[in-house]
């Protein structure tokens, strides 16, 4: 995949964009905090974060009186960056209330911003859905980038391929041989088509009382799906731009959704890359699971896996224990870390 490269003049621009941005919003920030404090606020409760708009979140109350209500928060500027699925102590006001504390995480995704700052995309999650497609047609090492995340957090990944009845003659073979290099490596991967409705409820068996969140890229009928397991859930489904068969990027921010008989879905925005340049090569390099049994037992210490003699990974791959495509997705990787 290959980096998005901005010219300095153009990531300063963007900077001071952002800090004329941060400005504003401490100034109206700071606004909101002075009438919080003069408003009369209800008992501290716990919730979950359902929704951050930025500005404004929704809350859900997990106790008290109204428990399950939605309820629209300003958070004290005092507590770090909140993300969907967090555990937070927040108070009742009006029209709006307050969230005042953010309870530790069990584990969290993030991913870099076009800036490079590390933002959260979901916490106390279980499982993450990498979601795929025939159309749009899948990015190049995106599928790994995701597997690398989800190892280094401890999530559980799921290969999960939309859109079945798009397969055909053309595409068929080659997104079989996609999904096969993930069968090998023991990732569970499963095929649906939310439009048809095939393979939807093994699906609904894999979230069951689970806290999964639904990533990839945009189009790939993310928040389809959730319409097909949720029908009263009604997001947002946007059309794919008849120029390039791209997605539009129809949700803007992920937010959580219920299952009555027990778990928890989180959808989230599509993204166009996935950058692991926060990562570095030991974190890198375990991300690729099949490649761990093989790591340290190199002819050389500080072998780089590319043309030394003596390389186990590269024996591996002549005894047909790693495919080659992984190999090259890594090196690709590899080329855009920061060290
Ligand atoms: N043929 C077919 N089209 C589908 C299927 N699922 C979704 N689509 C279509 O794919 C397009 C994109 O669906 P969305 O659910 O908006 O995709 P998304 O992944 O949520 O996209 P973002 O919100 O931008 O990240 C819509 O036109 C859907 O109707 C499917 O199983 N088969
Ligand atoms: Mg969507
Ligand atoms: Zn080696």
């Known amino acids: 995949m290959k980096k998005k490269q901005l010219n300095r003049r153009q990531l300063w621009r963007i900077q001071k964009m952002q800090d004329v941005y941060a400005q504003r919003a401490a100034k109206k920030q700071a606004k909101i905090e002075e009438s919080l404090n003069n408003a009369a606020l209800g008992e501290e409760r716990k919730g979950i974060v359902i929704s951050n708009f930025g500005q404004q979140l929704d809350i859900e109350a997990l106790d008290g009186e109204n428990q399950g209500e939605i309820y629209r928060c300003f958070q004290r500027s005092n507590i770090e960056s909140l993300v969907t699925g967090d555990y937070v102590i927040w108070q009742e006001g009006d029209p709006v209330g307050v969230i005042i504390a953010v309870l530790p995480r069990e584990n969290f995704l993030e991913r870099p911003s076009s800036l490079g700052e590390l933002r959260p995309v979901a916490a106390n999650i279980d499982q993450i859905i990498i979601v795929i497609a025939p159309l749009p047609e899948p990015h190049a090492n995106l599928i790994d980038r995701y597997l690398v995340a989800a190892e280094h957090y401890q999530l559980s990944p799921v290969l999960l391929m939309n859109k079945s009845d798009l397969l055909d003659d053309n595409n068929r073979r080659e997104m079989e041989e996609l999904l096969s290099i993930y069968r090998d490596i023991d990732y569970p991967v499963l095929c649906v088509s939310s439009k048809t409705g095939a393979g939807m ?106 043309k030394e003699p003596g390389c186990r990974l590269k024996q591996a791959i002549e005894d047909h224990q790693i495919n080659p495509l992984r190999m090259n997705s890594f090196r690709h990787i590899l080329q855009t870390l920061d060290s």
């Open 201 to 306: 409820e093994e699906l609904k068996t894999l979230l069951d009382d689970k806290t999964s969140v639904f990533v990839g890229q945009s189009g790939v009928g993310k928040s389809a799906m959730i319409n097909r397991l949720l029908p009263a859930a009604n997001t947002q489904v946007g059309a794919l731009s008849e120029a390039r068969d791209k997605g539009r990027h129809t949700t803007t921010s992920a937010r959580l959704y219920h299952f009555t008989e027990g778990g928890d879905l989180i959808d989230s925005p599509g993204i166009r890359e996935f950058h692991l340049e926060h990562l570095d090569k030991e974190t890198l390099l375990n991300g690729f699971l099949e490649f761990r049994p093989f790591l340290g037992h190199c002819k050389f210490r500080d072998c780089q896996h590319d």
